[in-house]
Antibody, heavy 118, light 109 residues
Framework: EVQLLESGGGLIQPGGSLRLSCAAS????????MSWVRQAPGKGLEWVSG????????NNADSVKGRFTISRDNSRNTLYLQMNNLRGEDTAVYYC???????????WGQGTLVTVSS | EIVLTQSPGTLSLSPGERATLSCRAS???????LAWYQQKPGQAPRLLIY???SRATGIPDRFSGSGSGTDFTLTISRLEPEDFAVYYC??????????FGGGTKVEIK
C-alpha cells in the first residue's frame, strides 16, 4: 500500500523559512516523479513544484519560483520542499503527491498546514 | 502556462441525475495528460480519470471522461450520495508547469 506522510508544517513569520518533508513507502520511490500541491483555505488546488524520479529535473510554479526548492533523497525515500522568504499568500495545506509531469497523481498524503503570519 | 477553466462553478443536482462538468484549456492539451480528481471536505484529492478517459483503479464506471484539444468533459452518469464533492481537472504533461482548473462543486439540490 502506498503511503505518503508529510511533516514540517507550522506557524512561521513572513520572510521566514520552512522545510517540508514527505516520507514515502509502498512503492519504488526512485521510479516516480513527485509533486507538491497546495490548497489555501477555502480555495482550489495549486501545483507548486515537481521533480523527476532521479531528481535531475525539477520545475516550480511562477508563484514560488526563486523562493521554493524541491528535492528528493531516494536513499531515504523522502521528498522535500524548502520554502524561503515566505509570504502570507503561501498559507495553505501542502500535499505531497506521487506523480508529476507525464504521470497522474494517483496517491496523496494527508497534507501539512503552513501558516504564514506575524 | 496553460490555464484550465472549469464550468460551471457549482452544479446543483439530485441523486440519480447526470452531471456534466467542463474543463477548457487556454491552448491545446494532449489528451494523454489530462486528469480529473475528486475532493471531499477535509480530505486529500483522489484521482478519478487520467489520459482524459481512463478510470483510475477502483473508480466506478458511472464516472467517465472524454474530450480532446482544448475541451474536456467529466460525466457522472447517475449521482450517488457519495459523489457530491469538488472536482478538478489537471494537465500534467503539455507544459512543464502543471496546472489545475479552479474546480466545480457538485452539490445536492
Amino acid at each position: 500500500e502506498v503511503q505518503l506522510l508529510e511533516s514540517g508544517g507550522g506557524l512561521i513569520q513572513p520572510g521566514g523559512s520552512l522545510r517540508l518533508s514527505c516520507a514515502a513507502s509502498g512503492f519504488t520511490f526512485s521510479a516516480y516523479a513527485m509533486s507538491w500541491v497546495r490548497q489555501a483555505p477555502g480555495k482550489g488546488l495549486e501545483w507548486v513544484s515537481g521533480i523527476s524520479g532521479g531528481g535531475g529535473s525539477a520545475n516550480n510554479a511562477d508563484s514560488v519560483k526563486g523562493r521554493f526548492t524541491i528535492s528528493r533523497d531516494n536513499s531515504r525515500n523522502t521528498l522535500y520542499l524548502q520554502m524561503n522568504n515566505l509570504r502570507g499568500e503561501d498559507t495553505a495545506v501542502y500535499y505531497c503527491a506521487k506523480g508529476g509531469r507525464w504521470s497522474p497523481s494517483d496517491s496523496w498524503g494527508q497534507g501539512t498546514l503552513v501558516t504564514v503570519s506575524s | 502556462e496553460i490555464v484550465l477553466t472549469q464550468s460551471p462553478g457549482t452544479l446543483s443536482l439530485s441523486p440519480g441525475e447526470r452531471a456534466t462538468l467542463s474543463c477548457r484549456a487556454s491552448q491545446s492539451v494532449s489528451s494523454t495528460y489530462l486528469a480529473w480528481y475528486q475532493q471531499k471536505p477535509g480530505q486529500a484529492p483522489r484521482l478519478l480519470i487520467y489520459g482524459a478517459s481512463s478510470r483510475a483503479t477502483g473508480i466506478p464506471d458511472r464516472f467517465s471522461g472524454s474530450g480532446s484539444g482544448t475541451d474536456f468533459t467529466l460525466t457522472i452518469s447517475r449521482l450517488e450520495p457519495e459523489d457530491f464533492a469538488v472536482y478538478y481537472c489537471q494537465q500534467y504533461g503539455s507544459s512543464p508547469l502543471l496546472t489545475f482548473g479552479g474546480g466545480t462543486k457538485v452539490e445536492i439540490k
